[in-house]
């Protein structure tokens, strides 16, 4: 026999569920809408942009999108995005964690002052250090290359340090003198205590730099100005032509093959990515 109290929680949840499904219908109803439209015609895209289903469905999209343009296909432009994202991740991952480990068990001078230089710098928007970077970088000769693009990530990116951070300070710090006692240096303690055991936070940096550089169209826009080198996120636009007809049925249809690299790091990942948010707010 069900109480007044169950009976009301149940009601509750309910509704919580319902709100919370219909929610997400509204939230992924655009990424939906985008993937089905991919396999209309370009010109009924927009004739029945209420309908999802296709009066047919077409594999055309994506055989011309995959042409790419003016000579460059979209595998080239795909190779580069796996360049810029697997270098830049590689970068950020280990520098950050580097830094993060000095941080929270390296005694240095200013180290307090450094920590709070480094949480402001996590504060400014790109756009009011994107004109002195690209003025560095022009004198470098750095631009019209992958340079400025991923070598910045190799000295360490904010948030992943802070990360970092937060979760080496939740390790015991038995642990470091333990092995100090058994003749381990700072690097060694770092290499074979540390770095297992920031496992999940390592995998949450590797996730969100190689989504933040995949997705990444201001600098490509900045710096490259060969096709021969654009990454995905920048080819997608040269489908768009303000003063002709833009392709948008190819333009969808590349969209959606862009996603799928995402799709699968985050659903194989998800596991680590949640045990190195949820670990690292508790700990920190």
Same mark, same amino acid.
């Given at each position: 026999?069900k109480t007044?109290?169950q009976e009301?929680?149940?009601f509750?949840?309910?509704i919580?569920?319902v *709100?919370t499904?219909? *929610?997400a219908c509204v939230?992924i109803y655009?990424l939906?809408w +985008?993937? %089905?439209s991919?396999?209309k015609?370009t010109?009924?895209?927009?004739r029945?942009?209420?309908?999802?289903?296709?009066?047919?469905?077409t594999f055309?999209?994506?055989?011309?999108? $995959?042409?790419?343009?003016a000579?460059?296909?979209f595998g080239?432009f795909?190779k580069?995005s796996?360049?810029?994202a697997g270098l830049?991740t590689v970068?950020?991952?280990?520098?950050?964690?580097?830094v993060g480990y000095?941080?929270?068990r390296?005694?240095?001078k200013?180290k307090?002052f $450094?920590f709070a230089?480094?949480? @402001?710098?996590?504060?400014l928007?790109? #756009?009011?250090? %994107?004109?002195? #970077?690209?003025?560095?970088?022009?004198?470098?000769?750095w631009?019209g290359?992958?340079l400025?693009?991923i070598?910045p #990530?190799?000295?360490?990116q904010g948030?992943?340090?802070?990360?970092n951070?937060? *979760?080496i300070?939740?390790?015991?710090?038995?642990?470091?003198?333990?092995?100090? +006692? /058994?003749g381990?240096?700072?690097y060694?303690?770092?290499?074979?205590i540390i770095l297992?055991?920031?496992?999940p936070?390592?995998?949450?940096s590797?996730?969100?730099?190689? %989504? $933040?550089? $995949?997705d990444?169209?201001?600098?490509?826009l900045?710096y490259?100005?060969?096709? @021969?080198?654009?990454?995905?996120s920048?080819?997608l636009k +040269? *489908?768009?032509?303000p003063t002709?007809?833009? /392709?948008w049925g190819? %333009?969808?249809a590349m969209?959606?093959?862009s996603l799928?690299?995402?799709f699968v790091?985050? @659903?194989t990942m #998800?596991k680590?990515?949640v045990?190195?948010i949820?670990?690292?707010g508790i700990?920190?």
């Amino acid at each position: 026999m069900k109480t007044g109290y169950q009976e009301k929680k149940l009601f509750t949840t309910a509704i919580y569920h319902v *709100f919370t499904f219909l *929610f997400a219908c509204v939230m992924i109803y655009p990424l939906v809408w +985008m993937v %089905m439209s991919s396999f209309k015609n370009t010109n009924e895209i927009f004739r029945t942009a209420a309908s999802l289903l296709p009066e047919k469905f077409t594999f055309e999209n994506y055989k011309v999108g $995959w042409r790419g343009f003016a000579g460059y296909g979209f595998g080239n432009f795909f190779k580069n995005s796996f360049i810029i994202a697997g270098l830049s991740t590689v970068g950020a991952v280990i520098s950050s964690a580097v830094v993060g480990y000095g941080f929270a068990r390296i005694d240095f001078k200013f180290k307090g002052f $450094w920590f709070a230089c480094m949480l @402001l710098a996590m504060m400014l928007p790109f #756009q009011v250090i %994107m004109i002195p #970077q690209y003025i560095i970088f022009n004198k470098m000769g750095w631009v019209g290359s992958y340079l400025p693009i991923i070598v910045p #990530q190799f000295f360490g990116q904010g948030f992943f340090i802070f990360l970092n951070v937060q *979760f080496i300070r939740g390790i015991p710090i038995d642990l470091d003198e333990a092995a100090r +006692m /058994d003749g381990c240096t700072i690097y060694s303690i770092f290499i074979r205590i540390i770095l297992p055991l920031v496992k999940p936070s390592l995998v949450t940096s590797a996730i969100f730099s190689f %989504m $933040w550089r $995949w997705d990444d169209f201001l600098a490509a826009l900045l710096y490259l100005s060969d096709p @021969l080198k654009y990454p995905v996120s920048y080819a997608l636009k +040269m *489908f768009s032509d303000p003063t002709a007809g833009s /392709d948008w049925g190819a %333009m969808f249809a590349m969209a959606t093959l862009s996603l799928i690299p995402i799709f699968v790091i985050f @659903l194989t990942m #998800q596991k680590y990515l949640v045990e190195g948010i949820a670990s690292t707010g508790i700990k920190g």
